[in-house]
């Protein structure tokens, strides 16, 4: 029995309704759309800053900014920073509802690792110094750092009182991370060298990766994670 035209109407036009409004919502998701979202957002009063302790005795750390918009949502920016070599590793950044951030970013955050507040001002220093430290040594930031640091809106970093130091006993110090592969070690050991000389760095990687650098050279080599 063949459908009422006036109900497969119907039908098609909730159809495309539904799929109107899954092209909506996969275009909000769409990388340059969030970013235009977080550019969007640095206008709005600031929710938190903080840090994670591990930056001040092992040098990488989750840095959270966020801010609180006027809908209720919060945009937020995530950096891994590594502060002796590497700069800014990762990049999460997103605007989700207040409830969704407390339970899985903020809270996951506090409830995962011991964390340090900041005060705006210096989240922003120690982000870009991180950054230029590493530049100067031949490493470009994350590369959705570019979009994600509009979240920085007017902050002053030259108002922070806090002093960074990046390097370790005053030395890049290069310590392999879980993706980091032979090739990427390489890599940056290559980089390293020719920046710094052989002697003017350390770094630290397991034992298999360990022939990422030819026999002879000789760099101060800790065979611990």
């Not at 990488?60 to 920073?81: P, T, W």
Request: hydrophobic share 40%.
């Amino acid at each position: 029995m063949a459908m009422d035209p006036r109900k497969r109407q119907k039908k098609l036009q909730r159809r495309k309704a539904k799929e109107k409004a899954k092209r909506k919502a996969l275009a909000q998701r769409a990388p340059r759309s969030l970013a235009t979202r977080i550019q969007g957002a640095a206008a709005a009063p600031i929710l938190h800053c903080c840090a994670t302790e591990a930056l001040w005795d092992q040098g990488l750390s989750h840095v959270l900014i966020s801010r609180e918009l006027r809908s209720g949502d919060v945009a937020f920016v995530v950096f891994l920073v590594d502060a002796y070599c590497l700069g800014v590793k990762d990049v999460v950044f997103d605007v989700a509802p207040r409830s969704r951030y407390d339970w899985k970013v903020y809270g996951k955050l506090l409830e995962t690792q011991e964390v340090v507040q900041l005060e705006p001002e210096e989240t922003r220093k120690l982000i870009e110094g991180a950054v230029e430290y590493a530049r100067d040594l031949g490493f470009a930031p994350h590369h959705d750092y570019r979009k994600a640091k509009s979240i920085f809106g007017d902050i002053d970093a030259d108002a922070a009182e806090e002093e960074f130091v990046f390097g370790k006993d005053g030395k890049p110090f290069f310590f392999a991370g879980p993706y980091d592969d032979r090739a990427r070690c390489k890599e940056i050991l290559s980089i390293l060298t020719n920046r710094c000389g052989p002697d003017g760095f350390y770094y630290t990687m397991p034992a298999e990766l360990a022939g990422a650098l030819p026999p002879e050279d000789e760099l101060f080599v800790i065979d611990e994670m």
